[in-house]
């Protein structure tokens, strides 16, 4: 009986598998260290596992995202829209409660804010009604598409989950996917507002206020749809907190009551300036370019007061809560730094037997 080999064996040209070498060199790839959980080396009874980095969030598209982001992103969505909604009620809904209470709490403060919605949405109306020529009615136009960026900005935000009560929003421009008929849109009203801004100035000069185009920063060459396909990468973090079972925003302040009485008078005083401008653009046949520059001053002129003097009373009040904290912790560390130099002379004195005494 002869007994043949089938199959058994292997070729010299077959690599082994059990002992390759990874990472094509010849010491091959470095082994991967994972993290060490140093508390199992603890009393079991106070025993904690190592913190870990959440896999929660991540781009929109990229990836199922966990409850909790999801829920983030819907209130990040609520947000958005009721900006381009001008309700107020709901952004201070989506909100940490105590931080806006002394604004949400008050309906006269809500009421002023809806009578300068009310104003707002007259004017945009008889705008819109009246504007003549291509300028004046891309403005017109991006007021009815505005809103369709709400959904291209909420998905322009990265969510991060870091534990059960705190994640992060971060906001991303060059994530920002506007429509085309949006995009060619803001070019032309960009290219509008900045032909408005150059009559306007030309009127100033000889008026003595307004600035030209030069020197209010605007591009000599105009504006393209191009323009807005490079905007730079900006992370912008948005904290958030879970408050009642429920994920809000996290101000970088809490308002006050002085702070909501010039949210409210703010409101008033735009109010009367939309109304105004509405009023006047109504007593016009049609709307052209010239024509609102002219009225756009002329409003802007009586109500100049009025707005400068909110203006400095808002940056008087909010600037100091802005940059105000770190500021004041280094004073802080400072005074007493000082009041320990100070105090170290009088100890030394203390252990040093005044002069003239006998031991």
């Known amino acids: 009986m002869f007994l043949m080999p089938v199959g058994c064996g292997k070729t010299d040209d077959q690599p082994t598998r059990f002992n390759q070498t990874l990472g094509g060199t010849p010491v091959g790839a470095p082994a991967g260290t994972g993290p060490i959980d140093t508390g199992i080396l603890k009393d079991p009874a106070d025993y904690k596992p190592t913190p870990y980095e959440s896999l929660e969030g ?22 958005v829209a009721a900006i381009f909604d001008i309700d107020l009620e709901m952004v201070l809904d989506a909100c940490v409660p105590e931080q806006v209470a002394a604004l949400s709490e008050e309906d006269e403060y809500i009421d002023s804010f809806d009578e300068m919605k009310d104003a707002l949405v007259s004017f945009v109306q008889i705008f819109s009604d009246k504007a003549t020529g291509p300028k004046l ?16 900005l909420t998905n322009a935000f990265t969510i991060s989950v870091l534990d059960e009560e705190n994640a992060v929003a971060t906001f991303d421009p ?26 306007m100035g030309a009127a100033g000069m000889m008026g003595g206020g307004m600035p030209g185009a030069a020197e209010a920063g605007l591009p000599a060459g105009g504006f393209s749809p ?28 809490t308002i006050e009551e002085q702070h909501a ?23 016009v046949e049609t709307l052209d370019m010239q024509t609102y520059a002219q009225i756009s001053m002329q409003v802007q002129m009586r109500h100049m007061g009025p707005i400068m003097g909110l203006v400095g009373r808002a940056t008087a009040m909010f600037a100091p809560m802005m940059e105000g904290e770190p500021a004041a912790e280094e004073e802080a560390a400072a005074t007493e730094g000082d009041e320990a130099e ?18």
């Open 137 to 152: 009615e891309a403005i017109a136009r991006l007021f009815e598409l505005l809103p369709e960026l709400a959904e291209p």
């Open 342 to 359: 100070s105090n170290e002379p009088e100890e030394e004195s203390a252990e040093t037997p005044p002069a003239g005494r006998r031991p």
């Open 261 to 283: 009485e010039l949210v409210s008078e703010a409101a008033l005083v735009f109010k009367d300036y939309f109304t105004d401008l509405a009023q006047a653009i109504d007593q």
């Open 226 to 253: 191009e323009m807005l396909d490079e905007l730079p990468s900006v992370q912008i973090p948005l904290p958030f907190r879970k408050v009642d079972d429920a994920w809000r925003l996290v101000l970088p302040f």
């Open 174 to 199: 060059s994530r920002l996917e506007i429509p085309e008929e949006l995009r060619t849109t803001l070019a032309e009203v960009m290219q509008a507002g900045a032909a408005m801004v150059a009559q």
């Open 58 to 79: 991540g781009a929109p598209g990229g990836g199922a995202e966990g409850a909790e982001a999801e829920e983030i992103r819907g209130v990040l969505s609520e947000l």
